[in-house]
């Protein structure tokens, strides 16, 4: 494993455990309320050989092994999202999980029906070589599943505008000052994960389309909006003032260079949420169209980051 993956691995493995039994059962429910919100016939999985890479802590591994796929295989680089993801699979026929990274996957070419991959590659120092990898191990006529982050939009710009801070005051001051909001587990995951992931790239639908037909994939669909929109980004900006408030609270405890740098972080947020607002009152009052709303607010993040069904073309 190179550094970048270590840190990488540590950061996430800590997030999965936070989650309680009905937490984790929710986000396990999310795969199939995905695809079948998207068309794609759950029945198809049954029997399928599956690869989940990055698998965090196998919540879309049980998925699709509860959706009768004939063996599933998690792969990720965190021994201890890995070891959650064993204790969550309950002894579920036909589930496993190993250790490997996207970049190098220990597979035989074209050996799995379905590969499935979310919220991954755009941690990793070569997130084009891991779409090879991806690619590599899929059968011809199999389908790939990607989430990747898209680009634009201000609750983006907000989260990468304060990681510097949030870097500096630490993970575990931002985590102590999470806590004392009170948000729910999963936005604890959702929030670490945005401003200490040593690796976050985005990428634009079209480029990411290209890199797609260029590998030879057909029937590449793009999944419709679900759950972000301009609202979305706001309250996604609201935690972070949330969260910078409480650092600022817990820092005045400290020293002065904590107070300030808790201060400033919470000054960019603030600005953010300041923006936001302003772009949905000008909305409001019929002074911008939604394409302006779109544009600024939430960038391609319209469809909830990228979600993308692709098969992958080639002789089955
Ligand atoms: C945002 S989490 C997503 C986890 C899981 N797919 C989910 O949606 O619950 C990103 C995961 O990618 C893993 N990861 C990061 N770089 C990786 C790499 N090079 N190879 C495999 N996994 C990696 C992290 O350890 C983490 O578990």
């Known amino acids: 494993m190179s550094e970048v993956e270590t840190r990488t691995g540590e950061l996430f493995g800590d997030l999965w455990h936070h989650l309680d039994d009905e937490q984790f059962e929710q986000s396990v429910a999310l795969f199939a309320s995905r695809f079948e919100a998207n068309g794609f016939d759950l029945s198809w999985f ?3 050989k599956c690869l989940d890479v990055g698998c965090g802590g196998g919540r879309y591994s049980i998925a699709m092994g509860r959706l009768g796929a004939g063996q599933v295989v998690g792969c990720d680089i965190s021994d201890d999202g890995l070891a959650d993801a064993r204790v969550r699979t309950g002894g579920l026929p036909d589930v496993s999980f190993e250790k490997a990274s996207a970049l190098d996957l ?3 070419d074209g050996s799995f029906d379905f590969v499935f991959s979310s919220g991954v590659l755009h941690h990793t120092t070569d997130p084009d070589r891991g779409l090879d990898e991806l690619t590599r191990v899929l059968r011809p006529g199999g389908y790939l599943y990607l989430m990747l982050y ?4 201000l609750r983006w710009a907000a989260s990468m505008a304060v990681r510097p801070c949030a870097q500096e005051l630490g993970v575990d001051f931002i985590d102590e000052a999470i806590g004392k909001t009170r948000l729910p587990a999963n936005n604890r995951r959702h929030f670490l994960d945005d401003f200490f992931a ?7 639908w079209d480029s990411l389309l290209a890199k797609l037909e260029t590998r030879g994939y057909g029937e590449i669909n793009r999944w419709g909006r679900d759950d972000h929109d301009a609202n979305a980004n706001l309250k996604d900006v609201s935690k972070m003032v949330l969260i910078f408030s409480q650092a600022v609270e817990l820092a005045k405890s400290t020293n002065a260079k904590t107070l300030k740098l808790a201060e400033e ?7 953010f949420h300041n923006q936001i607002e302003k772009v949905m009152a000008d909305y409001e009052r019929g002074e911008i169209f939604h394409q302006t709303v779109v544009d600024k607010i939430i960038g391609e993040q319209i469809n909830d980051n990228h979600r993308v069904v692709a098969r992958k073309g080639g002789a089955a």
């Open 198 to 204: 040593p690796i976050v790239e985005f990428v634009t």
């Open 265 to 271: 972080g919470l000054a960019t947020v603030t600005s």
């Open 150 to 153: 898209g680009g634009g939009g």
């Open 46 to 48: 049954e029997g399928k």
């Open 106 to 108: 220990p597979f035989a």
